[in-house]
C-alpha cells in the first residue's frame, strides 16, 4: 500500500478488507475510499466488489480487492486490472486465500495470471508454511521493484526466521516440481467430500452454485468447503465450538449459519474421513447443542458507517470510553472486528450508528468473538473525545 499511496493520499479499498490492511491505513495516515461489495442477501455474506464500482474513482492512486475471500469467492480481477491500467492505476490484491491458485486450471485465476500489479499470498494459508510466512509477487511498471522493497522493510523484522524462509522455498520446489499433480488430487478429494456431507441430513455444502451469478461472485475455490448447518437448527459458532470440543477439530471460519473448513495439499482420506466423522456426530447430535442465535443483520446500507476522519487521526488522537448505548453518533476510536473472518464491522474515523452497534451485541450474545476492541464485551466502547 506504501508502494503505491503517499500519506494522505487516496486508496481505493473494497470494505469487506482484512484488518491487517486497516493496520496498512493507520500507520502511514493513508486516505481510504471504500468500494462496497456485494452483499447476497440469501447467503447473509459479502462478496467482492464488482469491477465497475472501481472505476467511480480516478483521482484515487491506485485499488486494493481481497480476492478470494475467507468464503472462497472471488472478483473477475482481469476485469479489474483492466479498469486500474485504463486510468494507469496499479491493482494491489490481498490474495491470502490464494497460495494454491497458480498451479491448477480448475482453480480461480490467480492474481498474477490476471493481470495485477502486485498480489500479497499467505502461503502458511493454503500452502505449506510455517505461520507468517508470506510473499509479494511483482509484475509490470506501475510500482518500482526497489521502492516496494524499501517500504516494505519498515514493516519487516531485522531478524528474519531461517525455518520461515526454508519452508518457503520448499513449498515453492514442490509446487514447480509436482504442483498440477498434487492438485489433482485435492481437487478429487475436495468433490468426494463434499458429496458425502451433501449426504448428511440437515447439512449443505455451498458450491459455484450458490456462491456466482449477476450481482454475486465471479468464481469460487472449490477447495473452500463452506457448509451450512442451520437446518440443524443451531449456529456456526455453537458448531465450532462443539466440534473443538468433541472432535478435536478447529474450522477455520465460523459464522451465524455456517462453518468452512479448507482442504488443501496435506490432507488425505484419512483427515476427511476423521471430518466426516464429525460432520455425522454433529447431525446425530444436533439437539445437544445450543439453538441458532438470533443475530440482527440490517440492511447494508444500516451496516455503512460515514468515514468521519482518516483511520490514522481517530485512532491516535484522544479517546474516550462510553457506554455502548451512548456511541452512536460518535466517532469510532478502535477496530472492532468479528473474528473469524477478521473484517472489522467499524474502523476508527468511521461514525458509529446504533445499527451496527446492535449488530455486534447481537452477534456476542450469539458466540462471535471480537479480540481487539478494548473492551471485548463491548459493554464500552472506545470513541474519539
Not at 463434499?194 to 472449490?222: K, M, N, S, T, W
Not at 438470533?294 to 458507517?305: D, F, M, Q, V, Y
Request: glycine share 8%; hydrophobic share 40%; charged share 20%.
Amino acid at each position: 500500500m506504501l508502494s503505491v499511496a503517499e500519506p494522505h493520499e487516496k486508496l481505493l479499498i473494497g470494505r469487506d478488507t482484512h484488518k491487517s490492511v486497516v493496520a496498512g491505513l493507520i500507520l502511514p495516515g493513508i486516505c481510504p475510499v471504500w468500494v462496497e461489495p456485494q452483499w447476497d442477501e440469501k447467503m447473509h455474506l459479502a462478496h467482492p466488489p464488482a469491477p465497475e464500482a472501481f472505476a467511480e474513482h480516478p483521482d484515487a492512486k491506485g485499488a486494493l480487492v481481497v480476492t478470494p475471500t475467507p468464503y472462497g469467492t472471488c472478483t473477475d480481477l482481469a476485469a479489474l486490472a483492466r479498469v486500474c491500467h485504463e486510468h494507469g492505476k496499479p491493482l494491489i490484491v490481498d490474495e491470502a486465500w490464494g497460495a494454491h491458485l497458480p498451479f491448477h486450471p480448475d482453480l480461480p485465476t490467480w492474481a498474477m495470471d490476471a493481470g495485477a500489479d502486485v498480489c500479497v499470498t499467505s502461503i502458511h494459508k493454503m500452502g505449506s508454511g510455517l505461520e507468517q510466512s508470506s510473499v509479494f509477487h511483482l509484475q509490470g511498471d506501475l510500482i518500482a521493484p526497489e521502492l516496494l522493497k524499501e517500504r516494505a522493510d519498515l514493516f519487516s523484522t531485522t531478524s528474519p526466521s531461517v525455518l520461515v524462509h526454508a519452508t518457503l522455498d520448499g513449498w515453492r520446489r514442490q509446487m514447480v516440481e509436482h504442483g498440477h499433480a498434487i492438485h489433482d488430487g485435492t481437487l478429487a478429494l475436495a468433490k468426494a467430500t463434499r458429496a458425502r456431507i451433501e449426504e448428511i441430513g440437515g447439512l449443505h455444502v455451498h458450491g459455484r452454485d450458490d456462491f456466482c451469478g449477476p450481482g454475486r461472485a465471479f468464481d469460487a475455490d472449490p477447495l473452500q468447503l463452506m457448509v451450512e448447518v442451520r437446518d440443524l437448527s443451531t449456529g456456526g459458532y455453537q458448531a465450532a465450538d462443539w466440534l473443538r470440543e468433541q472432535h478435536q477439530i478447529n474450522v477455520g471460519l465460523s459464522d451465524h449459519r455456517r462453518i468452512g473448513v479448507q482442504l488443501t495439499h496435506a490432507d488425505d482420506e484419512h483427515s476427511t474421513d476423521r471430518l466426516l466423522r464429525a460432520l455425522h456426530d454433529l447431525a446425530e447430535r444436533a439437539t445437544e447443542l445450543p439453538p441458532a442465535p438470533r443475530l440482527r443483520i440490517p440492511p447494508p446500507s444500516e451496516l455503512r458507517l460515514e468515514q468521519a476522519l482518516l483511520p490514522r487521526d481517530a485512532f491516535f488522537g484522544p479517546v474516550e470510553h462510553v457506554p455502548w448505548q451512548q456511541a452512536s453518533g460518535r466517532i469510532n476510536a478502535e477496530l472492532l472486528t468479528p473474528y473469524p473472518p477478521g473484517i472489522p464491522a467499524a474502523l476508527p474515523g468511521e461514525r458509529l450508528n446504533r445499527d451496527v452497534l446492535e449488530c455486534l451485541h447481537s452477534g456476542l450474545e450469539g458466540g462471535m468473538v471480537i479480540p481487539d476492541a478494548a473492551d471485548p464485551s463491548l459493554k464500552t466502547v472506545r470513541v474519539v473525545a
